[in-house]
């Protein structure tokens, strides 16, 4: 689909003006204009215009017009779908509108053009910029203070970040919170009150429409609020959504406020289905809706609560609640309405088990000129394809979001797959396919999954042939409300004869103790009678249904499904095509060597987690354990460019992951590999370089990263310097603990300048566990006691805050936080990250209960398997290394298998791009190559897995 350039308007206003010697450039998602000898200023009085996807091209037109005019440089959203994305719900609230920037030479020329800029665009719609003050209530035009170019600095966190420059001369930061803060030095421009702190203040009650008291915000968005407030006529607790003026206008020209008007006419239309409508009013150009409140949870959260129990949710109950959420959809559709976005949050679960709709604004009459939404993984084939807007579809897209939900419902798992892609236009299934995009449809792709979950979601088993019938890739092939019903009722029928089969022979085989032989050979006899004909019933809805199962090797354990070796041999096959195909050219002017996530671009781009240090690591792995040519020459020209830059960076941060440490651990490994003595010299000069005391004490971003850098570096040179440094830098660490009589944790120094001030961490990347590590490893090769007796302390402290369970144990990312809540399974902050630790502390001191406890920790892990993300910071590829880790430990153990298991979870996840097998990152969506976010962390577990070798950023004793 073509886009609008928003670039062309600007040109045509600058050739109106005869003003061709303009800079017009696009960057990223702006287009910036710029007059011939601009001297742009570090910071001042910004001008911002906001507007709609429909009104852009008009504000722009007469903006750009009084801008150029005016010789004052700015810039604008480069397309009409960015405008659209700027200007939507899900955009940051703060700055939801802002779609022109104009920078004036000084305060006089902003008066000016304000003023000007007003005049020219009254009377045309746009939102209000939460993060700016207006110039006039209503107008398009809105000022605050900010940088223009900055001072650019490389944090403490390892981001680069552009700061305000104070009178004092210290850098502060420039923030852009949703409402207006300057700072508080910076002199106003016009009348006005000062602005509120950049520190959120507790919020006071509000009274909206003579009769509502808002008590608690339940979210913020760019669309509006979602409170609890209190119903002063009635005494009932109701919920209060707002909507925006001229928020999320779409190409229909509805805003915010249009949608939750049509909300409130379908709360009318689904009586008893949805929650209470209980008043529609506007305030302020707002408009507001007041419904019931609904006591439960979303069918979202209630399934992912019960992700971690034994056992998941028992097929008879998810069999019941299937029937639920068909008989609850076939009633509206009863009503002549179709839902458009049926999807596990949009449906409250009570305490009663009643399903409740909410957020019913997209529901509508078939065949209603409408824009066709969905939620990813929810939408019908022909929802998803273009045009955006046109006649609703029928019921049969609500069947096809009800075949996800029953999905979600029975394995955990959201239907949402990184999209396959081919240069074939037509895709790999031809032209019989008019809605699905190129590759491989939803349902044979839920069907991979369906067939490698085996037995662990019976459930998913049973329901196999009802959820591939919904998401049929045709309308008319998909199943019917009544041929579900039919199943259902014949599988709830089967399941019950199943269980009571198995009572019947439980209470026999019970009975047979106590009345020996001649009972025991009858209750034998009632099983087996029973035994295959409750089978058979119970699979008869599935008989006639196929599912298509690919060839595993299944390692001699026909129960447990795995992608073998082959298969994964051709991941890290095309997932090193992948890394080396995406690579900048390294004798070239590029910033980064790969490109990467928003956060990630921001970062050291040579460091661990996003940058080239991280796939450096990997690439020599690689070649390590393929030796292949084409490896050895992107290893040495990777190596050549993260040399250039080794030391120009505004400062050498310590982190192993975040910092310069890793950096020069991937540079010295590069250079063993190569044989290159002055890489690996300029390597330890870089490590020698580096701060081992710093108030971060953490391994990611702190201390304990660096001096685990330097003892990788003592053991590989024998050098007396990096010992000392290890030690140094233990001492340090103990010196920062916080004990107390049975527990110890490191903090964060609340007034560092880092966005993690404050944290009192116990998992790996940021607290005990990974200071523990550090400690442990320092002691046995220094032979400190203090720091000994500190890591088998910090053991004590994460086996006290553990939480065991039948799933294994987990544990809260940080000890302030509520014992029992936000349990983590993975690397940064969960199960394998402090099973990491505790694995070495077991082996270490001998104490079989750390090594328990680690065993428990990998229990978790592979209970999460399915629900987790890929990375290696916080998913499969990381604590497929912990259980790689345990495996080595513990041969006789089922770890080895459970790390296979991990593999086969990475193998459903892939997606074809350019015919290569390509496993997303952390977002689920992309392909970015970071170690620990991305391609390049995946390929290294897997090689590990097939080749061997040590855990990766361990300094593990050879």
């Not at 020219?120 to 000022?143: C, E, N």
Request: proline content about 6%; charged content about 25%.
């Amino acid at each position: 689909m073509l886009t609008f350039s928003l670039r062309d308007v600007v040109r045509s206003v600058l050739t109106a003006l005869d003003e061709e010697d303009w800079q017009v450039e696009e960057d990223g998602v702006w287009c910036r204009v710029t007059p011939p000898q601009h001297e742009p200023r570090v910071q001042g009085w910004k001008l911002h215009l906001s507007a709609t996807r429909l009104s852009a091209p008009e504000v722009l037109h007469r903006a750009a017009g009084v801008l150029v005019r005016a010789g004052c440089a700015f810039k604008t959203a480069r397309d009409l779908q960015t405008v659209e994305e700027m200007t939507s719900g899900n955009h940051d609230r703060a700055q939801c509108g802002k779609i022109i920037t104009a920078y004036p030479r000084d305060d006089d020329q902003l008066r000016e053009l304000a003023a000007r800029l007003d005049d020219a665009t009254a009377g045309l719609p746009g939102p209000a910029i939460l993060s700016d003050r207006p110039y006039r209530k209503g107008g398009l035009v809105h000022y605050r203070y900010g940088g223009f170019h900055g001072v650019r600095v490389l944090g403490n966190d390892g981001s680069f970040d552009v700061r305000l420059r104070a009178p004092d001369g210290t850098l502060v930061d420039d923030h852009r919170k949703a409402w207006f803060s300057p700072p508080p030095w910076a002199e106003l421009p016009f009348p006005g009150g000062p602005g509120r702190p950049a520190t959120a203040q507790s919020a006071k009650p509000v009274l909206l429409a003579d009769r509502f008291v808002v008590r608690e915000a339940i979210r913020h968005s760019a669309r509006g609020g979602v409170y609890r407030a209190l119903d002063q006529r009635t005494g009932a607790e109701v919920i209060v959504k707002q909507a925006r003026a001229h928020v999320a206008v779409n190409v229909t020209g509805e805003d915010a406020r249009a949608c939750l008007r049509r909300e409130a006419a379908n709360l009318t239309a689904l009586t008893g289905l949805c929650t209470e409508l209980v008043d529609l009013f506007e305030e302020d150009g707002h408009a507001f809706l007041v419904q019931s409140l609904v006591p439960g949870q979303a069918l979202a959260s209630w399934v992912t609560d019960r992700r971690a129990e034994p056992g998941f949710i028992p097929v008879p109950q998810v069999l019941a609640l299937a029937e639920k959420l068909r008989a609850l959809l076939d009633e509206v559709h009863r009503r002549g309405v179709v839902y458009q976005d049926f999807t596990p949050n949009n449906i409250m679960v009570t305490p009663e088990d009643r399903l409740v709709l909410i957020d019913a604004e997209w529901a509508t009459t078939p065949g209603t000129r409408i824009l066709r939404v969905h939620t990813p993984g929810f939408g019908a084939p022909e929802q998803t394809a273009e045009p955006r807007v046109g006649p609703a579809f029928g019921t049969e897209v609500d069947r096809y979001a009800l075949g996800g939900v029953l999905y979600f419902l029975a394995t955990g798992i959201p239907p949402s797959f990184a999209p396959d892609s081919s240069d074939d236009p037509q895709g790999a299934h031809g032209s019989h396919r008019p809605y699905a995009p190129a590759g491989r449809t939803a349902g044979e792709r839920i069907a991979l999954v369906l067939s490698l979950l085996g037995e662990e979601r019976p459930a998913a088993r049973l329901l196999t042939p009802a959820i591939l019938g919904l998401m049929a890739e045709r309308p008319e092939d998909r199943w019917t409300s009544a041929r579900l019903a039919g199943f259902l009722a014949d599988a709830a029928a089967g399941t019950a004869r199943a269980t009571g089969a198995a009572e019947v022979t439980e209470a026999a085989a019970g009975a047979a103790t106590d009345a020996g032989p001649t009972t025991a050979e009858t209750a034998g006899d009632a099983a087996t009678d029973a035994g295959p004909a409750t089978a058979k019933t119970a699979g008869d809805a599935a008989e006639t249904e196929t599912v298509p199962v690919p060839v595993w090797s299944r390692g001699g354990r026909p129960d447990r499904p795995t992608a073998g070796r082959e298969i994964r041999a051709g991941l890290v096959d095309d997932g090193l095509t992948h890394l080396l195909r995406g690579m900048a050219d390294p004798e070239g002017p590029a910033q980064r060597l790969w490109s990467g996530s928003a956060f990630g671009d921001g970062t050291d781009p040579c460091n661990v987690q996003y940058g080239a240090a991280g796939v450096l690591g990997t690439l020599v792995r690689a070649d390590r354990a393929l030796d292949r040519e084409e490896l050895r020459v992107a290893v040495r020209r990777v190596a050549a460019w993260i040399d250039r830059r080794r030391t120009e960076v505004p400062q050498l941060l310590p982190g192993l992951y975040f910092g310069r440490a890793g950096t020069a651990w991937a540079l010295y490994d590069a250079a063993r590999h190569l044989g290159d003595d002055t890489l690996a010299s300029h390597a330890t000069d870089l490590a020698l370089s580096l701060p081992v005391v710093w108030p971060n004490p953490d391994i990611c971003h702190g201390a304990a990263g660096s001096g685990l850098a330097h003892l990788k570096f003592w053991q590989a040179t024998g050098r007396r310097e990096f010992l000392e440094r290890v030690a140094r830098c233990a001492d340090a660490l103990v010196a920062a603990a916080d004990r107390t009589a049975d527990r110890v944790v490191w903090q964060v120094p609340p007034d560092f300048d880092s966005k993690l001030a404050g944290i009192r961490h116990l998992g790996f990347a940021h607290g005990v566990a990974g200071i523990g590590a550090f400690l442990l490893a320092a002691a046995d090769a220094t032979g400190q006691r203090s720091a000994l007796d500190l890591a088998v302390m910090a053991g004590d402290t994460l086996a006290a805050e553990a939480e065991r369970g039948q799933v294994g144990a987990r544990w809260r990312s940080d000890l302030d936080e509520k014992p029992g809540t936000g349990l983590i399974y993975h690397w940064c902050s969960g199960s394998s990250g402090v099973g990491t630790f505790l694995l070495r502390l077991g082996q270490a001191t001998g104490e079989e209960r750390h090594l328990r406890l680690a065993q428990e920790a990998a229990q978790s892990v592979r209970a999460a398997a399915w629900t987790s993300p890929t990375a290696v910071c916080h998913g499969l590829a990381g604590d497929g290394e912990f259980l790689l880790d345990l495996a080595a430990a513990r041969p006789e153990g089922p770890y080895r298998a459970w790390a296979e298991d991990l593999a086969t979870v990475l193998y459903a996840r892939h997606a074809v791009v350019g015919g290569l097998r390509l496993v997303p990152d952390e977002g689920a969506s992309a392909f970015t190559a970071g170690y620990q976010t991305g391609t390049a962390g995946v390929i290294s577990f897997l090689l590990r897995l097939d080749h061997g070798g040590p855990r990766p950023w361990m300094a593990d004793r050879p």
